[in-house]
C-alpha cells in the first residue's frame, strides 16, 4: 500500500459563495465524508492547511492580480472579476491556505515522506489567469504547485492532467510557451461548455508548441469515449514528454449525475481514468502522484467519487 | 461596427505600369494576397491578386524552369494588363454586414476602401472580417451557449430575458434566429456564467424546449436558404 496523504481542512469551508452557489462549502463536507464512511482516513496521512507564502503565488499571478483579489474580499464586495466569482470576505485567506497546504504536500512527497496525495481544496484554481478570476477560481493552485516543483526541487518536466469537464484555459494559457510543464486537458467541447476554450488546434505557442493537448468530447458521450481517448491518446502522449512529476486537476463534473455539464461519465468511469494515470505515474514519475480538486458538484455522487479516487492513490 | 474601423489603413499599393514581379515579391514580403492599383494621386484604378499573377505565368512543372527564370521571361507583363478594373470597393461609413454580405455575392478575399473623391484609404480582407465577426459573436468571451426555442410570438424574449436575470446571470449576447419548424425560433443566449443549471431547470419548468447540443441548429437549416 502506498505512502498516501489527504489534504483537508475545515478552514477550507470559510470561503462563503451564498445560497444556491454549485461550489459550496458542501462539496468538502462531502468529499470527506465519503473518504470517512469509507474506511480510510486510518490509511492516510492527514495534511493540514497552511498560508502559503506570497511569494509563491507571485510566480503564477501578477502582484497587482493578488492586491486587487486581496481589496475585493476585504471590501465587501460579493464577486470578483466575473459574475460568477462569489467572494467573502474570508475567500483571499481560504484561497491562501488552499496553495499552501497543496505546497506542503508537494514538500512531503518529494522529501519521500508521502507517495502521492489527493489535496481536497477550495476555491479551486485551473480557470484563474495571470490577472484574472474566472469560473470560481482565484488562485491556480495547480500551476502555482508546478512552477514550485521546477523553482523548489528542481524537477525539469511537470505533467498536468486535467479531467475536470471545464477546459482549464488558465493552466493552458500560463504554460502555454513553456515546454518544460505538458498540460493535457479532456473537457466537454468548447462550443457547448463553458468557457468556451480547449479546442484541439490549441497546441501550445513559441517553444511550447507540443507540449499543450485539448481533447474536446463531444455533450452526451461518457465512459467509451474516455475510455478509448485515454488509451489511444493520454497514454501515449504522457508517456512521450515521460513527466517526473504528474499533477491531476481533479474534477468530478463530468459525471452523467453531474449537472454541470453533458457529459455522462459513470462512477467506474472516473475510477478507471484515475487507474490509467496512476499506472502512468508509476512509471514515469517514479509514482510521485499529485492530484487537486476542481469541479464536482453533485452532493450525491462526490463521496463515492472521492472515495474511489483515494483508494485508487492508496492502492496506485 | 463601421469598416473604418476594421480596415488597414496605409495599404501597400502598386503603380499601374510597375511588372508582375514587382508585385509577386511586395505581396511575398508582406504576406499579402492583394495590391491596390491607384495612380499618383491615389485615385484607385484596380486591384491585382495573386491569383491573376499566377494565371498569366505558365506552370513551372510543364516548362521544368525555376520561379525566376520564368518570372524573367514574363516580366514584360505590366500590372495594368492583369489586374481588375474598377474593383467593388467599399465606404468607410459601410459596416460589417455589408461587407460580409458583400463577401458572399462577389467571393473577392479583400476590398479596397474608398472615400468620396474614390481615393484609397484602406483595404480590409476576409481575414479582418472574420476577426470583427467573432469579436461580436463574443466567441473568445468566456461563458456558456444556451439554446431555447420559442413560440414566434411577441413577448418571448422578454419572459426569457426576466427568467434568466432573476437567477443573477449576466448576458454576453443574444442571438434570436430562424428555426427549422415553422411558426417557431430559437433563441441563443451567451451567457456569463458556468453555473448552468439553475437557468437550464427553470427554462424547463417555463414549459420551454432547450434544443440538445447535438441535434445542432446549423444541421437542420433549409439548403439554399
Not at chain 1, 27 to 32: M, T
Request: hydrophobic share 40%; net charge negative; glycine share 8%.
Amino acid at each position: 500500500m502506498k505512502k498516501t496523504g489527504l489534504l483537508y481542512d475545515e478552514r477550507y469551508l470559510r470561503h462563503d459563495t451564498g445560497p444556491n452557489h454549485p461550489e459550496s462549502p458542501q462539496r468538502l463536507k462531502a468529499i470527506y465524508q465519503g473518504i470517512k464512511e469509507a474506511g480510510l482516513l486510518p490509511k492516510l496521512t492527514l495534511i493540514q492547511a497552511r498560508r502559503a507564502d506570497l511569494k509563491w503565488i507571485e510566480t503564477i499571478h501578477s502582484k497587482n492580480y493578488i492586491k486587487r483579489f486581496e481589496v475585493a474580499c476585504g471590501s465587501g464586495n460579493s464577486t470578483f472579476d466575473y459574475p460568477d466569482n462569489q467572494i467573502c470576505a474570508e475567500t483571499f485567506e481560504t484561497a491562501l491556505l488552499a496553495v499552501g497546504g497543496i505546497l506542503d504536500a508537494v514538500q512531503l512527497i518529494m522529501t519521500d515522506k508521502l507517495d502521492n496525495v489527493f489535496c481536497a481544496v477550495r476555491p479551486p484554481g485551473h480557470h484563474a489567469e495571470y490577472d484574472k478570476a474566472l469560473g470560481f477560481c482565484y488562485f491556480n493552485n495547480v500551476a502555482i504547485a508546478a512552477r514550485y516543483l521546477q523553482i523548489e526541487w528542481g524537477i525539469q518536466r511537470v505533467g498536468i492532467v486535467d479531467f475536470d469537464v471545464h477546459h482549464g484555459n488558465g493552466t493552458q494559457h500560463l504554460f502555454e510557451d513553456d515546454p518544460t510543464v505538458f498540460y493535457y486537458s479532456i473537457h466537454q467541447h468548447p462550443t457547448f461548455a463553458f468557457p468556451g476554450t480547449g479546442r484541439v488546434f490549441e497546441t501550445g505557442d513559441g517553444e511550447g508548441v507540443g507540449t499543450t493537448r485539448n481533447y474536446p468530447v463531444l455533450p452526451g458521450q461518457g465512459d467509451k469515449e474516455y475510455q478509448g481517448l485515454v488509451e489511444r491518446d493520454l497514454v501515449p502522449v504522457l508517456s512521450a514528454f515521460s513527466p517526473e512529476v504528474i499533477l491531476v486537476s481533479a474534477g468530478f463534473d463530468a459525471h452523467v449525475d453531474d449537472d454541470m455539464s453533458d457529459i455522462n461519465l459513470s462512477t467506474q468511469g472516473y475510477s478507471r481514468i484515475m487507474q490509467r494515470i496512476a499506472a502512468l505515474a508509476a512509471l514515469y514519475s517514479d509514482g510521485r502522484l499529485i492530484s487537486v480538486l476542481e469541479g464536482g458538484y453533485c452532493l450525491k455522487r462526490l463521496p463515492e467519487l472521492a472515495a474511489n479516487h483515494v483508494n485508487i492513490l492508496l492502492n496506485a | 461596427m463601421f469598416i473604418s474601423k476594421i480596415m488597414s489603413r496605409n495599404a501597400v499599393t502598386i503603380d499601374i505600369n510597375a511588372d508582375i514581379s514587382q508585385a509577386r515579391e511586395i505581396m511575398s514580403e508582406n504576406n499579402f494576397r492583394h495590391l491596390p492599383v491607384v495612380d499618383d494621386s491615389n485615385f484607385l484604378i484596380g486591384i491585382v491578386t495573386d491569383r491573376d499573377i499566377r494565371s498569366v505565368l505558365p506552370s513551372s512543372h510543364i516548362t521544368g524552369d525555376n520561379g525566376m527564370e520564368v518570372l524573367k521571361r514574363f516580366s514584360g507583363i505590366k500590372i495594368k494588363d492583369i489586374m481588375t478594373k474598377n474593383p467593388v470597393a467599399l465606404s468607410p461609413l459601410d459596416t460589417l454586414q455589408d461587407a460580409l454580405i458583400l463577401l458572399q455575392k462577389e467571393r473577392f478575399g479583400a476590398f479596397p476602401v474608398i472615400d468620396e473623391q474614390k481615393k484609397l484609404i484602406g483595404i480590409v480582407s476576409v481575414r479582418d472580417l472574420l476577426r470583427e465577426f467573432i469579436n461580436v459573436l463574443g466567441l473568445e468571451e468566456p461563458g456558456t451557449l444556451l439554446c431555447i426555442i420559442v413560440e414566434n410570438k411577441l413577448g418571448q424574449m422578454k419572459k426569457i430575458v426576466d427568467a434568466i436575470t432573476e437567477e443573477h446571470v449576466s448576458f454576453g449576447s443574444v442571438l434570436v434566429s430562424r428555426y427549422w419548424e415553422k411558426g417557431k425560433r430559437a433563441v441563443f443566449p451567451y451567457l456569463l456564467t458556468q453555473n448552468i443549471a439553475p437557468v437550464k431547470r427553470k427554462l424547463k419548468k417555463m414549459g420551454y424546449t432547450l434544443l440538445d447540443p447535438m441535434d445542432w441548429y446549423m444541421d437542420h437549416l433549409p439548403q439554399n436558404d
